[in-house]
């Protein structure tokens, strides 16, 4: 028996081997596509993209045709490399080196030989094609942008490189691929599905006709199509209002955390990374590195967030009772907290209310200093303000549907342990916090967040920039509710002191008639370090808002790089911003005006002066310290008007 079940398994095995290699080989005919097969052509059929939608549904990015020279080296023969060069003008070295390229990636496989053929030269090419064997032309789409605003949310498409053929075998050399904004983060929606015919050729290697009379072949499915949160209007307008500034805005409807504006400045035409220049285009925008292009201020930068973070002070010191409405400080230009914390107020008792629409350091410094005196445990303190601080999103990614961002920084007991090696952590040593100077960092979108949670009062959606997919439903993260630690109760008191910013306190020069802004002016300290020293700037402008103060449409968070002060420059531009977006026009002409016109060009010629040490024309200083004092002017002289 033992003698006989040895030859029985073998005899078994054998015939099940043999079963499943005549199922490879002759039955499952899927294994002769998926080989190396001389007599089989795989030809491609590549999808449009979908198309992209603002939420009013206007297009803004569609298709254009594209031809691709494709080459297969092993297929090349006896070609006229001159004639073949000067028809597409391009030198014998490129033809050289491109074929090159080719056999490393594959000699029996298709490569791209030259990308983006325009109608002209694809004309001209397939005309004599035949005369190139082992070249053939491939259709493919590029896309088509109907605006010139919003180049940082749509990305754009460039060919996959090896490290992306590597890792997924969708793609092949000269696919493309979407690279940043929407067009990355939703690759596989936008792309759509290739298809593929399989085509049978003879010994002499023409083609015959479909393989198995095109039973394997598969229709190409066009990608879906993305309707965005942005508002196209609100979009144009806030890059018009940045022109010749740099800086970020970003704006959210806060009932939804959908994102309506998203503004990075400088920018660019998002077409010139379109077609056979994209190339170059890219490698200029990328080798920009004092305007920085391609770097998204508005997700990606991360400032101090100056005295728009009071706000969060204040709202914590009402949760954690150490102040309520009534609870007063007095301020004498200012206070010290072991080191003396100017403020503009003058002097003055001040209350929750005139302490936020006055904005004043010594209000909000006592606060934060009885928030973190509260408890003997002051490392407790601090990761207990930390915590309420990060339930309005700040400190931590928001998670938002954009493949890029900053965390910023709220700093916990953890970092000041390795700072103060240990040591109790006395309020007057990260007093700074208080008022947005400390170690506290935040990018624009999440001060947008915070003041949507504030006009929420106490919560909010994450913030999103795809607001419908075609046949899909949009991720239930997007419209799931985020809750601050703050009790709403206390929200009421802080939005009125909002409110009398406009009526009555730092802003009150941009108020609109007929329109209740809620807002917080800010200014942030800017220095740069180059060389071993230390460079101070023009401060950094920033401005937050909501509006109107009941059941609110829109928040908003500008930021203004070497701006000064938030009324000066992000204040006007929050304004007109929020103005546009709920009333539909403007009705402050002379703001409009103002930012429409103004530069800070000169600032920012500053600091190309320093960082490439440039030796300035005084008089060109002079006339530049003229200007300034006399647009410090008029605008007091507005203010005291007002």
Known sequence: MRKAILPAVIIITSIILITRIFYLQVIDETLKLKSENNAIKKVFDFPERGYIYDRNGKLLVANQPSYDIMVVPREIKNIDTTEFCSLLRITKDYFIKKIEKAKVYSPILPSV????????????????????????????ALRDYQVKEGANIFGFITQVNEAILNKNKYYNSGDLIGKQGVEQQYEDILRGIKGVKYLLRDKHNKIIGPYKKGQFDTIAQQGKDLTLTIDHALQKYGTELMINKRGGIVAIEPKTGEILALVS?????????V?????????????????????????QAAYPPGSPFKIVTGLIGLQ?????????????????????????????????????????????????????????????????????VKSFGLGQFLGTDMPIGSKGLVPTSKMYKKMYNGAKIRSSYIISNSIGQGEVLTSPIQLANMMAAVANQGYYFTPHIVKKIKGQNLDKKYTTKHYTTIEKQHFAPMIQGLADVYNIGTASTLKVEGLQICGKTGTAE????????????????????????????????????????????????????????????????????????????????????????????????QDSLNKVKVEISEAKKEEEEN
């Not at 400045?265 to 990374?273: K, N, S, Y």
């Not at 077609?275 to 997700?299: E, V």
Request: glycine residues 6%; charged residues 25%; aromatic residues 14%.
């Open 113 to 140: 030989f030259l990308a983006q053929l325009n109608k002209a030269e694809y004309a001209a090419f397939q005309e004599k094609e035949r005369k190139f064997e082992g070249f053939y032309t491939q259709k493919r």
């Open 265 to 273: 400045a400088p920018t660019f035409d998002p077409a010139l990374l």
């Open 275 to 299: 077609g056979r220049q994209r190339s170059k285009n890219f490698t200029a925008l990328y080798n920009d590195s004092i305007a920085k292009p391609l770097y998204d201020r508005g997700l």
């Open 320 to 388: 954690e009772e150490v102040i309520d409405e009534q609870t007063t400080f007095y301020c004498n230009h200012g206070a010290n907290f072991g080191r003396f914390m100017k403020c503009h107020c003058g002097l003055h008792t001040l209350q929750l209310n005139n302490g936020t629409y006055q904005s004043c350091n010594s209000y909000f410094g006592n606060t934060y200093k009885r928030t973190i005196e509260k408890y003997k445990d002051s490392y407790y303190s601090v990761d207990n303000w930390a915590n309420h």
């Open 526 to 621: 800017n220095k740069i370090r180059v060389a071993g020293k230390t460079y101070q700037l023009k401060d950094h402008s920033i401005f937050v808002a909501f509006a109107p103060k009941e059941n609110p449409t829109i928040a908003i968070a500008v930021f203004i790089e070497n701006g000064y002060w938030g009324s000066r420059w992000a204040g006007p531009i929050a304004t007109l911003m929020v103005e546009k977006y709920v009333n539909g026009k403007i009705s402050r002409k002379d703001l409009e005006d103002r930012m429409l016109n103004g530069s800070l060009l000169s600032e920012y010629e500053k600091i190309e002066n320093i960082i490439f040490q440039r030796k300035v024309d005084p008089t060109k200083v």
